[in-house]
């Protein structure tokens, strides 16, 4: 049985990835990533500078998951380039860049250095973040989207993955849909964290983390009813030669089983790679290959989208 899996030209050992922020940092977390069954590693959403992100305490396990308002703390892009540049081409194993600037500029800068670099593999760049105060998360704005993304395709020539918001309603389906499929993007992730969910501690009577009030993005089991349907409903409206990683909820083999039969090529793993840390990738792989050999699989594609509705 094979977890193989791939994007356009780009071929991973194993369908399981990290998710952009968890555990994934500094270059020590991203090796510990690539030595693990892991099919590669995605880097901490990088901006042009270092940043130390918001106040603690910022990030919250629950029972069902987690809550987070880190603010995109980094060690800046040109820290997460190198890596990037030095870890590529190892077969099999793919490093996914990952960039969020905190303006149209600020992320054009960073393409425009991607482009110049010796860095040939996948940029996610990240329209997605809940956790800048004053800032919204650009993909819920379909024009926004559709301006960098054509500012950024007029020099951008390697492969491009955006990493999308949940979305709730079937016209934001269709509105985002029409835009991507506008562009030679490479591939969408759904999800990112559900923005600005709120935890509340009975007890104290207080919020969970200091930021924002309180408000923060939402991972873990919470979510992943979300991102199946987000998976689904961009499956069923994208161009065919756009990829899916799915991301939201995955913490055991059956989850990765229903984000592939919604049509996710590669999935990733955040709030349950937190908890764990790299051995879950043997774990949920193992789990994920009994599934399939009970159901005669032999690899993903035999189920990949092949979701049945009533
Ligand atoms: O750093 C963060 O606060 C953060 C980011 Br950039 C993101 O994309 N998603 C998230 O839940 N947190």
Redo the contacts with the bound molecule.
């Keep these: 049985i094979s977890l193989k899996a791939n994007i356009g030209d780009y071929q991973f050992d194993n369908v399981l990835l990290n998710a952009?922020?968890i555990r994934c940092a500094t270059t020590d977390e991203l090796d510990k990533i690539l030595d693990s069954q892991a099919g590669g590693c995605v880097t901490k959403?990088a901006t042009p500078e270092p940043r130390k992100?918001?106040e603690s305490p910022r990030m919250k396990a629950t029972a069902l998951g987690c809550i987070?308002?880190?603010?995109?703390?980094n060690h800046g892009f040109d820290y997460y380039l190198k890596f990037a540049e030095a870890n590529q081409n190892k077969a099999g194993k793919q490093v996914i860049l990952s960039i969020?600037g905190l303006s149209v500029d600020q992320n054009l800068e960073m393409l425009k250095k991607i482009q110049a670099s010796s860095f040939d593999g996948l940029t996610e760049l990240?329209l997605?973040?809940?956790?800048i105060k004053g800032e919204s998360q650009i993909a819920y704005d379909f024009e926004a989207v559709r301006e960098i993304l054509t500012d950024t395709f007029k020099f951008f020539k390697k492969q491009l993955g955006i990493?999308l918001p949940p979305y709730f309603d079937m016209h934001q389906f269709d509105r985002i849909a029409e835009v991507l499929n506008g562009f030679p993007i490479t591939y969408v992730n759904a999800i990112?964290?559900v923005g600005n969910g709120l935890i509340v501690n009975p007890e104290t009577e207080s919020a969970v983390i200091k930021p924002k009030g309180g408000f923060g993005?939402i991972?873990g089991q919470y979510i992943k009813p979300t991102a199946l349907a987000n998976v689904r409903a961009l499956r069923l409206r994208l161009r065919p030669d756009i990829s899916i990683i799915g991301t939201g909820g995955i913490r055991s083999g059956q989850d990765v089983f229903e984000h592939i039969l919604c049509g996710a090529n590669l999935v990733q793993i955040g709030t349950q790679f937190g908890f764990e840390g790299t051995k879950i990738f043997d774990r949920i792989s193992r789990e994920l290959k009994e599934i399939m050999d009970k159901k005669g699989y032999q690899s993903v594609a035999d189920f990949r989208g092949k979701l049945k509705t009533l």
Excluded: Q
């Design positions: 952009a922020g959403s992100g918001n987070n308002s880190m603010g995109l703390p969020a990240n997605s973040c809940p956790n990493k990112n964290s993005g991972g």
